[in-house]
């Protein structure tokens, strides 16, 4: 069993910076990627940014030089750090764990961005 635990969203003002954090527990395969998908209203879930085991980096362009993703292997754990936050990433930030054959969710944690 595989958990994916977030944390680290909030309410924040245009200009500012949050940090994201998701753990995994469980029975994990040692090689895998993580990312962080997000979901506005009434939109489809994209990619924000993934993060291969050996540090191998993908943004989606509206994210690149404003976000950066990390990864500690030791912790089992990513990190999403998004600074210059517009209102549009207001959205709900998802963990993924990728590993072959499988992929695991987490819970989800609101960002939101306004004045």
């Known amino acids: 069993q595989v958990q994916l635990v977030e944390s680290g969203g909030g309410l924040v003002q245009p200009g500012g910076s949050l940090r994201l954090s998701c753990a995994a527990s469980?029975?994990?395969?040692?090689?895998?990627?993580m990312g962080w998908y997000r979901q506005a209203p009434g939109k489809q879930r994209e990619l924000v940014a993934a993060?291969?085991?050996?540090?191998?980096?993908n943004y989606v362009d509206s994210v690149k030089g404003r976000f950066t993703i990390s990864r500690d292997n030791a912790k089992n754990t990513v990190y999403l750090q998004m600074n210059s936050l517009k209102p549009e990433d207001t959205a709900v930030y998802y963990c993924k764990l990728m590993v072959p054959g499988r992929d695991y969710w987490g819970q989800g944690t609101q960002v939101t961005v306004s004045s």
């Open positions: 993060i291969g085991f050996g540090g191998r980096t």
């Open positions: 469980g029975s994990i395969f040692s090689i895998n990627t």
